[in-house]
């Protein structure tokens, strides 16, 4: 299929993109990576009048930077960059968990940035912010602000950015050695069923696919920090949420697949 007809504009710098959103408005678009746009857009999902294409920006959002302890990984840098990145043992979860994402040339060519803005309650993205308690840097016509991750997802597809708002940096403040993220979907490269994610020392569970967007389960986290066993935590997890039935699976199929990949990562955590 094609897109509906739109009107394409290239962005020269992250001031000049902000300004032609403002002067667009929200009939306007960002476009990063294009590897959920583009396809929402060529099954007529997503109609934007306009596009403006980042992709001259990546001198300016493109890098990965280990800083006093922290990580910061500009926007439009690409799943694969991380995915080749000599991350140390702290931001190792970052690194091996781009193995989920799509295939080698969706990692190639889609942006971090890109897919946190999308706001897909399956993303890995998505799952890893919440987990590592990232902070999302965007800019928009009032300046730069700071989005903790747990405030920036709201629903499904939706999230705390204003229209021009244009994310350009996401930082990750501490290490997390002992983290995972595991997945389980009905072929290799399609979007999870159900994604869980875990770190043994802040502990914390993250799930995605259960929920409109990724959600933290507290009642799993409890078990974990009262030192309880893996599979406690993980029944505890299954018994916290209330997933959706659609064609990729049942409610009761996706609280069973929770149990498991909750106790997975948990057991691959411990590994570390």
Request: hydrophobic share 45%.
């Amino acid at each position: 299929m094609k897109p509906a007809p739109f009107t394409y504009h290239r962005a020269r710098d992250v001031a000049g993109a902000i300004s032609l959103l403002v002067e667009l408005g929200e009939d306007a678009k960002y476009l990063a990576g294009g590897q959920s746009l583009v396809a929402m857009m060529n099954f007529r999902l997503a109609r934007p009048a306009h596009l403006v294409d980042l992709g001259g920006l990546r001198g300016e959002l493109a890098r990965l930077q280990e800083e006093d302890g922290a990580l910061r990984v500009g926007a439009l840098t690409t799943h694969h960059e991380v995915e080749r990145a000599p991350l140390g043992r702290g931001f190792a979860v970052l690194r091996e968990a781009m193995r989920w994402v799509g295939h080698l040339p969706i990692r190639t060519r889609g942006t971090v940035g890109g897919s946190l803005a999308h706001g897909d309650a399956t993303a890995e993205w998505c799952l890893l912010a919440l987990l590592l308690d990232a902070e999302v840097v965007v800019q928009g016509a009032g300046g730069r602000r700071r989005v903790p991750a747990g405030d920036l997802f709201l629903g499904f597809y939706t999230t705390a950015l204003a229209p021009e708002e244009l994310i350009v940096e996401v930082v990750f403040p501490h290490p997390a050695p002992r983290a995972v993220l595991t997945e389980h979907a009905e072929r290799r490269g399609d979007f999870a069923t159900v994604a869980a994610a875990v770190d043994l020392d802040a502990c914390r569970v993250v799930l995605g696919g259960v929920a409109p967007a990724p959600v933290r389960v507290p009642a799993a986290e409890a078990v974990l920090a009262g030192g309880g066993t893996f599979a406690e935590c993980a029944e505890a997890a299954a018994a916290a949420i209330d997933p959706p039935s659609d064609g990729n699976g049942s409610s009761g199929y996706r609280r069973a697949l929770t149990r498991t990949l909750v106790e997975r990562a948990c057991e691959a955590a411990m590994t570390r």
